[in-house]
């Protein structure tokens, strides 16, 4: 895994000149339907070149250009040479990916040979026109390495009416979130932690009346915003068993997420909340922190009792939430939790969906054999490892085989693989080699102190998965109603939450009229009809 040191030169950075338009239109990308070829003509003496999207986001380290870095030539050294196929890379700014990525399309003669968006709605966008390579055969016979790598749950995320048309990035991390108690709380008040709703329930009423942190009445049980990490455990432990129409039907994916809005014990988890809101648990403005600061800094502070977070935030020095609760309050501990066992006994959540980035060929691109070459390259021996991680020694250090970065690495070690996700658009997350070393390496992330916190969290992101609702094709009213839903859904919670308890009843109807009337019955209907012609398939 040792790697030589960089011995390139520099060349002259290039400039890219990018046109907006205002429109897309893919029937050029559909107009060159030759068939892919992998060497043409001349390959014995004459390389075929193969043009790949590189993200362009402007940190580029001095010494280097985005087209002449260690990167670039360490693909040159170990794919170009021994394949006869020169790989170009093609700029594409990183804040205005899609709209270049559409002008590229549409153009189909100066378009990439392999593109990429981490933007489902484009990918099924290019898909449906017609934009887009078919890979089925070309993975089969070209990629063998690529197909193990990825996995076929993770590939039937790039089809299309049942037909490959991407490859996606394999995403390592799936799961979502943990719970957080104050520990020490519950051992001054000698309580047992929380397994469920009623559990909770009593939990925080214990940290409403004692205030064991002696925050002078500033105690806030339950630490609430309106981001997704805060409500959504607690609103799927409420969601009744379901038959697989159910879940098909009934879901609603707004976005990349999930939505239960119709499902079963919706109601109910909104019932809950409004009671703990009314009985002043939970975070008075949690319908104003979107960005979660407001929680970070109570937190930080020792005013929360507990609360739900993106598995391991907690732990990460981004923010030194936790590093800062214990400086603030010595003695505070944060214990990770499951805390909402569902009528099944099950502490259900949602997890991501097993891919990332949307890899593509498109239509007009005759170099689709050397595309699917250069990305089983990616995905054999060292190659992906090399470029996510650098040289021994010098960005990392083995540890039982895991990868630990150097804190103490040198800046032009560092500089060497620099945004080393944009060249590995097969994954999404660092690969250390099996599903154990990239957990282990994962949480090495954090500081040694937090580690085994930070494992614990991490497993219970993924005790009991809800796993995202997925048909082979998109549904067309989620796309066009989507994003209104989403704030819809949002202003449901804070409503129904926030509302006297004698209103609940009226708000909640009212709420959800509403909803369905923005577009949910649509997409309900919607997905009723693909439901019949998938089930019947």
Same mark, same amino acid.
Request: charged share 25%; net charge negative; aromatic share 10%.
């Given at each position: ?203 925080? $009423?214990?940290? =409403?009346?004692?205030?064991?942190? %002696?925050?002078?009445?500033?105690? !806030? +049980?339950?630490?609430? &915003?309106? @981001? ?117 006994? $099950?502490?259900? =959540?949602?997890?991501?969906?097993? %891919?990332?980035?949307?890899?593509? !060929? +498109?239509?007009?691109? &005759?170099? @689709? ?137 009226? &708000? ?30």
């Amino acid at each position: 895994m040792v790697m030589e040191r960089n011995r390139f030169g520099k060349l002259a950075r290039m400039g890219v000149a990018v046109t907006v338009i205002s429109s897309v239109l893919l029937t050029a990308c559909s107009s060159k339907n030759e068939s892919p070829s992998a060497e043409g003509g001349n390959a014995a003496s004459k390389p075929s070149t193969l043009k790949v999207e590189l993200f362009d986001r402007g940190n580029t380290p001095a010494g280097y250009t985005i087209t002449n870095s260690y990167l670039t030539n360490l693909v040159k050294e170990r794919f170009s040479v021994p394949n006869n196929i020169d790989v170009q890379f093609v700029p594409v700014p990183r804040s205005e990916e899609i709209q270049k990525l559409n002008v590229l399309m549409a153009s189909g003669t100066e378009v990439p040979d392999i593109v990429f968006t981490y933007d489902s709605g484009t990918f099924n966008r290019y898909a449906e026109q017609g934009g887009l390579t078919e890979l089925t055969d070309l993975i089969n016979e070209y990629g063998p390495n690529l197909k193990k790598f990825l996995g076929e749950d993770t590939l039937a995320y790039g089809q299309y009416n049942g037909e490959q048309f991407a490859v996606p990035g394999r995403r390592l991390v799936l799961g979502k979130y943990a719970s957080y108690v104050r520990q020490d709380w519950l051992d001054k008040l000698g309580l047992p932690a929380p397994q469920n709703s009623d559990q909770l329930y009593d939990t925080l $009423k214990a940290f =409403k009346e004692k205030d064991p942190g %002696n925050t002078g009445g500033k105690v !806030i +049980p339950l630490g609430m &915003t309106i @981001a997704s990490a805060q409500y959504e455990p607690l609103l799927w432990s409420f969601i009744e068993p379901l038959t697989e129409e159910q879940k098909y039907t009934l879901t609603q994916q707004l976005g990349s997420n999930d939505f239960p809005t119709l499902l079963p014990g919706f109601k109910n988890a909104l019932q809950y909340m409004n009671k703990l809101y009314n009985e002043g648990l939970i975070s008075k403005d949690f319908g104003l922190d979107k960005d979660k600061k407001q929680l970070w800094e109570d937190v930080q502070s020792g005013r929360v009792g507990f609360y739900s977070e993106d598995a391991g935030e907690l732990y990460f020095t981004q923010n030194n939430t936790y590093k800062n609760l214990q400086t603030n309050v010595p003695g505070a501990v944060m214990t990770p939790l499951d805390a909402f066992a569902n009528s099944e006994g $099950k502490f259900a =959540k949602p997890t991501y969906a097993p %891919n990332g980035m949307y890899v593509m !060929i +498109p239509k007009s691109s &005759t170099h @689709a054999v050397e595309a699917i070459k250069y990305l089983d390259w990616m995905a054999s021996g060292t190659n992906l490892f090399d470029i996510q991680f650098g040289i021994e020694g010098e960005n990392f250090t083995l540890v039982d085989g895991v990868p630990i970065v150097k804190p103490d690495a040198a800046q032009e070690a560092i500089d060497k693989i620099y945004n080393f996700g944009d060249f590995a658009v097969i994954v999404n997350g660092k690969f250390a080699g099996d599903d154990k070393k990239n957990t282990d390496a994962y949480i090495a992330q954090t500081p040694t102190e937090y580690q085994a916190a930070m494992r614990k969290s991490v497993e219970i992101s993924n005790t009991d998965p809800i796993a995202p609702v997925r048909f082979d094709h998109p549904i067309a009213a989620e796309s066009k109603y989507g994003n209104g839903l989403a704030d819809k859904f949002q202003e449901f919670i804070v409503k129904a939450t926030m509302v006297k308890t004698d209103q609940f009843e009226a &708000t909640y109807t009212a709420m959800m009229k509403d909803y369905m009337a923005s577009g949910g019955q649509a997409i309900l209907d919607e997905r009723i009809e693909a439901y019949k012609k998938m089930s019947s398939k």
